[in-house]
């Protein structure tokens, strides 16, 4: 069974996705494999340096992310430039990780960009974890230090809540306690196993 897990920024997707392998899911992870192929010495992140220049690297020679956040998520034509480059990288890895499951494995790729790539067909089930806009404003601003105006320009940079949900299989609801959001994906991985 292949899944795609996908949600809006600050929406509890990697809370879900951590939620889904400690019940045995094998979960891939598309911003882990996006970081992986940028790394320092990786021809991905030669051709990052390349496509966008020196400045986005740190002293030590490692992409420097939030320059480079600041810059593709205010910049549509700048992010497609970075997705035309890192895409292809993270599909080829979620090919070889995907390839070492088992059988019978209930296999979720984490994508971020799941609606934004077109890519929700692809899979047997998708989960969107949904939670208000506000919501996610707050949790940017207050958890991760962003200025609301970064805030914004990421969500806006986003598919909507209704585009996300149009394509969704199961929608997991993250308003609530992390006992409610722990129930509601053991209810989903239950009625995923079961097909």
Excluded: C
């Excluded at 340096?49 to 320059?67: I, K, N, Q, S, W």
């Excluded at 149009?166 to 097909?195: F, I, M, P, Q």
């Amino acid at each position: 069974m292949r899944v795609g897990l996908t949600g809006g920024v600050a929406s509890g997707k990697s809370t879900v996705s951590a939620l889904l392998r400690e019940l045995g899911a094998v979960v891939i992870d598309a911003d882990q494999l996006a970081r992986e192929v940028v790394e320092r010495g990786t021809p991905g992140l030669a051709r990052v340096v390349e496509e966008f220049g020196e400045g986005l690297l740190t002293p030590e020679g490692d992409l420097d992310r939030p320059a480079m956040g600041r810059l593709v998520f205010g910049d549509e034509q700048a992010r497609r430039r970075l997705e035309a480059i890192v895409h292809p990288l993270v599909f080829e890895r979620y090919a070889e990780a995907e390839a070492a499951a088992g059988p019978d494995d209930l296999v979720v790729h984490d994508i971020p960009l799941l609606v934004e790539s077109g890519r929700a067909g692809d899979f047997d089930a998708v989960v969107v974890v949904d939670a208000p806009r506000e919501l996610q404003l707050e949790r940017m601003v207050a958890h991760r230090g962003w200025t609301r105006e970064d805030a914004e320009s990421r969500i806006a940079a986003q598919a909507t809540r209704e585009q996300r949900r149009a394509v969704a299989t199961y929608v997991v609801d993250n308003t609530g306690s992390l006992e409610d959001l722990r129930a509601r994906v053991a209810e989903v991985h239950a009625r995923l196993v079961d097909g």
